[in-house]
């Protein structure tokens, strides 16, 4: 028998915000994960863990993931060596660049990049290098609505609070179901526990969603909504506040500016006028105002469903200013800052809004941070003549599922000339590649919660150790990104590796003393570690708990931290304005013109006709987007993808539960089993996004056989956040019919 070679490694699991701390037990001369638990001595999620906790081990040993590039060929998928792939992606790249211009190339930036914190370092040097106006993410199917409101009123798109649910006594959740999602912007492993625990102090939640999900039934009152009209409720909301004297700024009294123009523009919406769009009566809505501000500490959380729906940007900017008008933002139990090791959260100087500085070709629509919407790639991607597109890069991303009009989306890419992906799966997007780079799985990387300590309900610090050594010739993604945007700049990787270093070493010594003095300083004590690591450290070293390299010796390190296996508490979350404040003058304006340009929009929709029928999304817990279901074990059991309708739209349309109907929208129709469901709104019907594996000539063999299921943004077309540029895929009217 051979020596057993058991270790014991504790790390964050990657797969969703939460960051839980896990315990596994592994082999690491036979590279086997024996077990994955939950990390009892973790200090943020206490053991917890949600049957997701073992899919990136899953990943890891699928024999369908990519280890090695591969190249289309006419007999099928070939598997080439890394120079073969480079070079020919690289040569190809850089001569469409020459040949067409910068902004012929287009690229994708999917979820996952989120999860992984060297890709995240690497990130902003890729965009820069791609230089492309033709850049797309899922960010634009998901949070960019709250990263405008936060843009504008705090100065930073992604200083954004989270509801600080251990101290509150309120909870308002609007638009997110976090006891499956497991929390978005909210940082916190186990909400069920933490829930619990709020109800068991004497606290109160009140979920507002047209489905009565997962979290409303935990909760102590459910409130239908009718979908996409959450704007026209938490106008009513401000309206009260200000026709009763509930205003109270309470510490950020003398910081905000704007208040009577807010109070001027909810006027028109009292809770009377919005009863009959949102479904909510004026009773309600008045009660439900009345014990937020009355209660000893409160918080109002909105999430995708307030994100991606047709006023978008408003509603997520509603939740803050109620946050703000009841004097709930920046105070325990309200809505709070964290305050992260990587120092994304500390005062920084003023950078002007990022919006509208270059627009789509094929309908004039504004960037918005750098991006154009991923609802309008289709159009793009199709764009002929000298605008024309003809080559895309997507990075760990599949939006012929996950965007809308992906079936739009993957005719567009068929005539590109060139397509590379950054990917493990040939799957529905990376099919169409002629070349996929795959990276090496998570248990091959370290990582560190960069991304969500900035979202955290405490102030934590976590690195992750890898849990194996990446196989021979194999690359990071990170490594990926390098070797692409150099190549595309007929760069070298190395250089330009070196070129990031140099980058962050500047500026972070160029308020020092002897700047050359303290970049020598710390290119010599951070020398053990390389790339990412090396940028981490720094990052940590001249963070806000940092050892500013001599500055505060008992200060944080990089290796300080290793010694944390089950994570560093820094304590909790704490009063961070005005200091946090990136608006140029340490102040709130709670307007702006991008904001009231909105409102005739909205004026016009409250008096428009009710559509009969709205579709909105849904997620289960064994599902992650589009791209868990190769694994068998989330992929078993009953069909997940099928519409819920309420029993009496059934009825109304001559439809018993279980029969397959037609869906259709003016994008298209789509067949998909019905389920009877009391939990939704009458009006509303709920189709999961992410499944529509039916494409050939894709190799995940048990999605497609096992949850095929069909694609919601085959039915989900163009319409837009207008503000943000922020897909509507929430409140999209549909017709439901019995399949002719
Ligand atoms: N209708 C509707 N559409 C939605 C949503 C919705 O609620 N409704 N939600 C939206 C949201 S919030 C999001 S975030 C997007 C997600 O949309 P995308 O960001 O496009 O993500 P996924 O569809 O999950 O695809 C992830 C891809 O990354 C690859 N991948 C995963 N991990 C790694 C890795 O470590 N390395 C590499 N190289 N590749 C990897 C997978 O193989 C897969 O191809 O979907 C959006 N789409
Ligand atoms: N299991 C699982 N977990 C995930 C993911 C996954 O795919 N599966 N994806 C991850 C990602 S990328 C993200 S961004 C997060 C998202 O995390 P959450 O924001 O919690 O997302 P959902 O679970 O989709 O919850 C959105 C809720 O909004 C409701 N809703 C829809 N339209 C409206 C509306 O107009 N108004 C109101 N008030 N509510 C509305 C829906 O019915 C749904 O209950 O989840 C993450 N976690
Ligand atoms: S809740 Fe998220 S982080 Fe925690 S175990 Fe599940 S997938 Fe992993
Ligand atoms: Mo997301």
Request: with cysteine; charged share 25%.
């Amino acid at each position: 028998m051979s020596q057993s070679a058991t270790t014991t490694i504790y790390r964050s699991c990657p797969t969703c915000e939460a960051s839980c701390g896990l315990k596994m037990e592994v082999d690491q001369l036979g590279k086997q994960v024996i077990s994955i638990k939950g990390d009892e001595r973790d200090h943020r999620s206490g053991g917890y863990v949600c049957a997701k906790s073992q899919a990136f081990h899953h990943i890891h040993e699928d024999p369908e993931r990519l280890r090695r590039p591969v190249r289309k060929t006419a007999e099928g998928w070939r598997e080439i060596s890394w120079e073969e792939a480079l070079e020919e992606v690289g040569n190809r790249l850089y001569a469409i660049r020459q040949q067409y211009g910068k902004d012929s190339i287009a690229f994708y930036y999917g979820n996952p990049n989120g999860h992984n914190f060297h890709t995240q370092i690497y990130t902003e040097m890729f965009i820069s290098l791609m230089d492309s106006e033709r850049f797309f993410s899922a960010g634009s199917v998901d949070q960019q609505p709250k990263n405008l409101a936060c843009e504008i009123l705090y100065g930073h798109a992604w200083l954004m609070p989270v509801p600080d649910l251990d101290r509150t006594g309120y909870l308002v959740c609007m638009g997110g179901n976090p006891l499956v999602s497991q929390g978005s912007i909210l940082g916190a492993p186990d909400v069920e526990k933490r829930f619990r625990e709020l109800r068991g102090r004497g606290g109160k939640i009140v979920v507002m969603d047209p489905r009565r999900t997962e979290t409303a039934r935990l909760a102590d009152e459910h409130v239908f909504i009718r979908p996409g009209t959450d704007t026209f409720f938490l106008l009513a909301w401000v309206h009260e506040l200000f026709a009763r004297g509930l205003v109270d700024l309470g510490r950020l009294a003398g910081l905000v500016d704007g208040v009577e123009r807010v109070r001027e523009l909810a006027q028109p919406y009292s809770p009377e006028a919005v009863a009959k769009i949102t479904g909510v009566g004026a009773a309600t809505i008045r009660r439900l105002v009345e014990e937020f501000s009355a209660a000893d500490r409160a918080a109002l959380y909105g999430r995708i469903g307030l994100c991606t729906q047709e006023f978008g940007t408003l509603a997520s900017w509603l939740v803050e200013v109620v946050n703000i008008l009841t004097g709930r933002l920046d105070v325990p139990g309200g809505s709070m800052f964290a305050r992260p090791a990587t120092g994304q959260n500390e005062a920084a100087p003023h950078v002007p809004l990022q919006h509208g500085r270059f627009f789509s070709r094929a309908r004039s629509f504004p960037e918005y941070m750098g991006m154009l919407p991923a609802s309008l790639m289709a159009e793009e991607l199709e764009c002929a003549g000298e605008d024309a597109v003809h080559a895309m890069i997507t990075i760990a991303g599949n939006p012929v599922l996950s965007v809308p009009n992906g079936k739009g989306v993957r005719r567009a890419m068929e005539k590109l000339d060139f397509v590379v992906a950054l990917d493990f799966y040939i799957n529905e997007t990376t099919s169409l590649a002629d070349i996929i780079l795959p990276s090496c799985s998570q248990l091959e990387h370290s990582n560190y919660d960069f991304l969500f300590s900035a979202f955290g309900q405490s102030n934590f610090a976590r690195y992750s150790p890898r849990v194996f050594e990446p196989e021979p010739d194999s690359k990071q993604q990170y490594e990926l990104l390098l070797e692409v945007a150099a190549r595309i700049n007929g760069m070298e990787a190395d250089a330009l590796n070196e070129m990031m270093l140099e980058g962050m070493l500047q500026r972070v010594c160029a308020s020092a003393e002897d700047p050359a003095a303290f970049a020598a300083r710390i290119k010599a004590e951070t020398a053990p570690y390389r790339d990412g690591e090396r940028l981490l450290d720094i990052l940590l070293r001249i963070g806000p708990y940092g050892d500013g390299f001599g500055a505060n010796p008992e200060g944080l390190t990089l290796d300080k931290i290793k010694q944390h296996p089950h994570g560093l508490d820094l304590g909790p979350l704490q009063a961070m304005l005005p200091g946090a404040l990136r608006t140029g003058n340490q102040r709130i304006s709670l307007v702006h013109p991008l904001l009231e340009a909105d409102f005739p929009r909205l004026e016009q929709a409250l008096r428009r006709e009710l559509p009969e029928l709205v579709m909105v999304g849904r997620r289960h817990i064994r599902d992650m987007n589009s791209w868990l279901h190769n694994i068998v074990n989330y992929a078993r059991g009953k069909n997940r993808c099928t519409l819920l309708m309420n029993p009496a739209d059934l009825a109304r349309h001559g439809l018993a539960d279980g029969e397959e109907a037609e869906i259709s929208t003016a994008l298209g129709t789509q067949i998909l089993p019905v389920t009877a469901s009391d939990e939704m709104m009458p009006g509303v019907v709920s189709f999961p996004h992410g499944f529509g594996h039916v494409y050939p000539g894709t190799g995940q063999t048990t999605a497609q056989q096992r949850l095929p299921g069909r694609s919601a943004n085959d039915l989900i077309g163009d319409t837009l956040d207008q503000p943000s540029g922020t897909s509507v895929v929430n409140g999209v009217p549909v017709r439901v019919s019995r399949v002719a």
